[in-house]
């Protein structure tokens, strides 16, 4: 299929989209101007949400949810010593899942496995190789690895992989927003700060680079998720930014945010049930997968959550829990001047408040409440019930 053309087509459809939808509904980002409420994509026009049907014929007919278990996986690799400690905290995590059967999607920042290829210390290149071969075991086992960045690629690790494979990078271009709501994270460094084409570039390059490193050719990379959950201050911005995930090759995206960064209406995702969407975004359809939001933010395995409340959906439908955890956490002498370094007995203590979840959703999935899945699975049950609905025709009124 031929590429779809450049910025003047996308700003058209860009224009078509948000003129029919201005038909019934006003632009979130003008009711949040006017105080009408936060800015919420779950509400743009091009963001369709819709709910996942229980299937009896299939084997997880007769649970109440999914549960999809995502970490952001953004280690410190500045030391061999670093990545022993990741590495370390990889094996327990791997015990957990093979223990409890319960996979755990990985949101991999790309940066975080350069310097397997372009460290100059020999000790600290083994061990980021030795880290690589880890996550290529835990998707052995199960497990599923998709794309993560906070801004753009590496400029080192981006020119070893241009000078391996050259990738054609379309043009596009928006006015800046004058306000930005969003942590100034992934959209933001990529998009504002150095353009569209650097913005896809990253997207493009790092999805291939996981491919190749973690999938060796067998399988792509589907999904990604934004640092910072920034995916611009506007519904255009959004756009614009599910456009660039389309041009890269991704299928979905797992993290959008309502509300303003750092004032009290932000947060991650939406309530169970209403979490997964459909995106229009350049020439083809994406899919939204966001996090669980439940009281002061997403859904995270160390904090006391009733997943069995969570997992109520209405009748005939299937909710999707999603967590998110960050394994780095556990990770020995990650510090900033903002969170000094934990000690053991905190690193332990966490240890063992994620091994309670696993426990917890271990007995709800055998209580037939909770079916645990990876991300990769779960995008494919969607696009089959999606394919299903388009051979059924209109859903019905309150279907």
């Known amino acids: 299929m031929e590429r779809f053309k450049g910025p003047t087509l996308f700003l058209i459809a860009l224009s078509l989209v948000l003129g029919a939808g201005a038909c019934s509904k006003q632009p979130a980002q003008n009711t949040a101007t006017h105080g009408a409420g936060p800015e919420n994509p779950f509400s743009y026009p091009f963001v369709k949400q819709f709910h996942l049907a229980r299937r009896a014929d299939k084997p997880y007919g007769s649970y109440k949810a ?15 010593s670093d990545l022993e400690s990741i590495r370390d905290v990889l094996k327990f995590a791997s015990e957990l899942s093979s223990k409890h ?18 460290s100059n210390d020999p000790a600290t290149r083994q061990q980021c190789r030795s880290m690589i071969d880890d996550l290529a075991r835990m998707i052995g086992r199960g497990d599923d690895c998709q794309l993560h960045l906070h801004g753009l690629l590496d400029s080192a690790l981006l020119d070893y992989l241009k000078a391996e494979e050259k990738v054609h990078i379309k043009e596009s271009g928006l ?19 150095r353009g569209y084409r650097d913005l896809v570039a990253s997207l493009t390059y790092g999805k291939r680079f996981l491919e190749k490193t973690l999938y060796p050719g067998k399988k792509q990379i589907l999904a990604f998720r934004p640092g910072g959950w920034d995916h611009g201050a506007t519904s255009q911005d959004t756009l614009l930014y599910f456009y660039a995930l389309s041009e890269s090759g991704l299928i979905a995206n797992s993290g959008l945010s309502t509300g303003t960064f750092g004032e009290a209406d932000f947060r991650v995702g939406n309530d169970p049930g209403h979490n997964i969407a459909t995106v229009l975004g350049g020439e083809h359809r994406l899919f939204e997968v966001s996090p669980t939001a439940g009281p002061g933010g997403y859904i995270n395995p160390v904090l006391p959550h009733d997943l069995n409340k969570l997992s109520n959906s209405a009748p005939g439908e ?3 829990i999603v967590s998110v955890y960050h394994l780095g956490s556990l990770q020995k002498g990650q510090a900033s001047t903002e969170h000094p370094a934990k000690s053991d007995t905190q690193l332990q203590t966490e240890r063992d408040t994620l091994e309670n979840h696993f426990k917890t959703v271990a007995e709800l999935a055998a209580a037939k409440v909770v079916y645990p899945i990876t991300l990769r699975d779960l995008l494919e049950i969607i696009s089959q019930m999606q394919e299903a609905e388009a051979s059924a025709g209109p859903r019905q009124p309150g279907g």
Do not use: C
């Not at 006015?175 to 700060?193: H, I, L, P, V």
């Open 66 to 80: 999914f549960y999809l278990l995502t970490e952001d996986f953004e280690p410190e690799v500045s030391s061999a």
């Open 101 to 118: 059967g319960i996979p755990w999607t990985h949101f991999v920042d790309a940066n975080a496995l350069a310097p397997a290829f372009l």
């Open 175 to 193: 006015a800046e927003a004058q306000t930005y709501r969003q942590r100034k994270s992934f959209f933001f460094q990529s998009f504002y700060r």
């Open 318 to 320: 299937m909710a999707v």
